[in-house]
């Protein structure tokens, strides 16, 4: 009898174990404890450097083109960007900002409106005048044949406080 009770009372401790320790536990999104507070950011920015690649035969700094990039933000981290390229309409996007907290790192990150529930990481900098943001692959957008289709780019801005 002794061991019967054993397994009632391991069976359901084993249980909660295996089913609380799984990896897909969602990660936590914050707005504070990275390198500087999301809310830092609040205000208007303009790019001084707008650079898109698709990593093959596009590059383009839409600055040296003669466009301009602006960029608005909420101290919720919800913001808006605006792409203004000399040769087309301009278009707007926008998202959210935040710090993906990750076995005790933070790490920079973009829900675009666009993408709702999927998030992208980038190399984030902020000082007092100017706001840096670089990503890898596909970590944004732009139509480089002006087809209508955006193709998957790199993307590297430099804001300025305006």
Do not use: H
């Amino acid at each position: 009898m002794k061991t019967l009770s054993n397994i009632f009372l391991f069976v359901p401790l084993f249980a909660f174990i295996l089913l609380s320790c799984s990896e897909d536990d969602p990660v936590e999104l914050v707005k504070a404890g990275g390198p500087f507070e999301i809310s830092e950011l609040a205000g208007d920015w303009e790019a001084t450097s707008a650079n898109f690649s698709d990593g093959n035969t596009n590059f383009l700094d839409l600055i040296d083109e003669g466009g301009t990039v602006t960029l608005t933000v909420q101290s919720s981290g919800r913001f808006t960007l605006t792409i203004d390229p000399s040769d087309r309409p301009s278009y707007t996007t926008s998202g959210e900002m935040f710090w993906e907290e990750f076995e005790g790192d933070y790490f920079f990150a973009i829900e675009w409106a666009n993408y709702p529930g999927d998030w992208d990481t980038y190399g984030a900098t902020l000082n007092a005048t100017t706001f840096t943001l670089n990503g890898g692959f596909d970590s944004g957008e732009y139509d480089f044949d002006n087809d209508g289709n955006f193709e998957s780019a790199s993307i590297s801005f430099t804001f300025v406080r305006v």
